[in-house]
């Protein structure tokens, strides 16, 4: 059916939304800032100068997340504001293209995020040092931040054409992603005990990936129906 | 589609819904013994589990019948998915409740988090209670229709993932496995569960019938009223979440 083949499609889209993101520097830049402001918030809020294990996890990830819905909230607003949504369905290619490619440059985006937060983090905040189980980490912030793509894209994908944008995206979003705060805390907590890094227990990442997994597939499989006629 | 679609067999299922209700709390209170550790306030389990239980496979109807609108795009499905999320969400208020008067019985605390079941509720709730201002930020119905179906179908999968991941997190503390309940009761115990449970899913499907009857009866009374005044742009003064035939 489509001239084109999807993978040009998702390029061109990637390619498009990551230009975008560079001349206006919309998302990333606001989402690094939010993070390191919440970081001191928390110090203030928890009246803690460094903390470890579970609490410092659970900060660490909250604060990601509450960041990551600021680039949700963004993630489509081009695309409906200024036409894109009709240019592409006007377009002969497949639809999931435009899923396959949202999903990759908010995964991008986080990514860009972490690379900010994590050291902001292990400055301000972090008691140890996040030194030796960093490989761990990073696993762990890869894994999280593919469900949060994929979820994150679906509640844009939702939100973007209702009349109260900036309220549906948190009310849907947070619930959705409470199972991969559960899993990415509890799995990063053992890496950043006082005593030194433990080993993750293997559910953490097992669960990570098995929402990745169903989301992925169900977010591509209903994301054709988010797309107007 | 006509009225006697929704309505057929509504009496009879409204006769045993009242049967089993009434009599499973008859065997509540004079039938099931009391439990040896927590006495007779073990006997709000007969309530809250059969609420839960029930409200959750609502959930998952609510994602099936998405599904549905969706392959067929026939409204009558979006209206059924509409109102079996709107049951269960009733249902799910009275889990959580019985479940925190359950918990502050038992264990002296309105909330307990080490209850991963009270607690994936918790989540379940919040998320389903996003579904009907979804609808209703949404002008255009089929539109609404369209996005209310998805949202019921990513729901419907997260209801057991997010069981997972919960339990997951506490099994350290509350080591459990699913099929406990009806495990080590004995057979009078059992037996009055059932009957609780039966009388729950087939109030669900009363409840349901009913609500499907009404808003079927509510919309033909509208489009009866369009045709009178003979005006065809004639819109409704008070919007509604609800979907429209």
Redesign the interface.
């Known amino acids: 059916m489509s001239a084109t083949p999807t993978r040009a499609v998702v390029a061109a889209l990637i390619r498009k939304d990551l230009r975008l993101e560079l001349r206006t520097r919309e998302s990333v830049p606001a989402m690094a800032l939010f993070s390191v402001s919440t970081f001191v918030l928390f110090h203030f809020g928890l009246d803690a100068r460094s903390l470890e294990g579970n609490m410092a996890a659970g900060v660490f990830w909250v604060t990601l997340l509450f960041a990551s819905v600021l680039a949700v909230n963004r993630l489509f607003v081009a695309e409906r504001e200024e036409g894109g949504f009709d240019g592409f369905l006007l377009a002969p290619v497949d639809r999931t293209a435009l899923f396959l490619a949202k999903a990759t440059v908010l995964f991008c985006f986080l990514v860009a995020l972490q690379l900010v937060a994590v050291p902001a983090f292990a400055v301000l905040l972090l008691e140890p040092s996040p030194g030796p189980g960093l490989l761990e980490l990073v696993g762990m912030l890869l894994l999280a931040d593919a469900g949060i793509a994929v979820v994150g894209t679906l509640v844009g994908a939702l939100a973007v054409q209702t009349r109260a944008r900036e309220v549906i995206v948190p009310l849907l979003a947070l619930p959705l992603m409470i199972p991969i705060v559960i899993a990415a805390a509890r799995g990063t907590a053992p890496l950043w005990l006082e005593a030194g890094a433990a080993a993750v227990p293997g559910r953490w990442p097992a669960i990570l990936g098995l929402y990745d997994l169903v989301f992925g597939l169900l977010a591509y499989a209903v994301f054709d129906y988010l797309l107007d006629e | 589609m006509t009225q006697a679609k929704f309505s057929r067999g509504l009496v009879p299922l409204s006769i045993l819904s009242v049967v089993l209700v009434v009599g499973g709390f008859a065997m509540v209170f004079f039938y099931a013994p009391n439990e040896a550790d927590q006495g007779f306030v073990q006997k709000i389990f007969y309530l809250h589990v059969p609420l839960a239980i029930v409200a959750l496979i609502g959930f998952v109807a609510g994602g099936v019948y998405g599904i549905r609108f969706?392959r067929s795009g026939d409204r009558v499905h979006d209206l059924r998915s509409y109102v079996a999320i709107h049951v269960s969400l009733i249902l799910a208020v009275g889990a959580l409740i019985t479940g925190s008067i359950w918990a502050k019985a038992s264990w002296g605390h309105w909330w307990v988090w080490d209850e991963p079941t009270l607690v994936s509720f918790l989540?379940?709730f919040?998320?389903y209670a996003?579904y009907q201002?979804?609808r209703f930020?949404?002008?255009d119905p089929e539109?609404q229709s369209?996005?209310a179906?998805?949202?019921a179908?990513?729901g419907g999968?997260?209801v057991p993932?997010?069981f997972?991941?919960?339990r997951?997190?506490e099994a350290f503390t509350h080591p459990r496995v699913l099929g406990t309940t009806g495990g080590s009761m004995p057979g009078s115990m059992r037996l009055t569960f059932l009957v609780s449970l039966a009388g729950m899913a087939v109030l669900f499907v009363t409840l349901c019938k009913y609500e499907l009857t009404s808003k079927h009866a509510s919309f033909t009374l509208r489009s009866l009223k369009r045709r009178m005044a003979g005006d065809d742009d004639w819109v409704p003064v008070r919007r509604s979440a609800a979907p429209q035939l």
């Open positions: 969706l989540i379940v919040l998320l996003c201002p979804l930020s949404i002008e539109r369209r996005y179906a998805v949202f179908i990513v999968a997260f993932l997010n997972m991941a919960v997951a997190a």
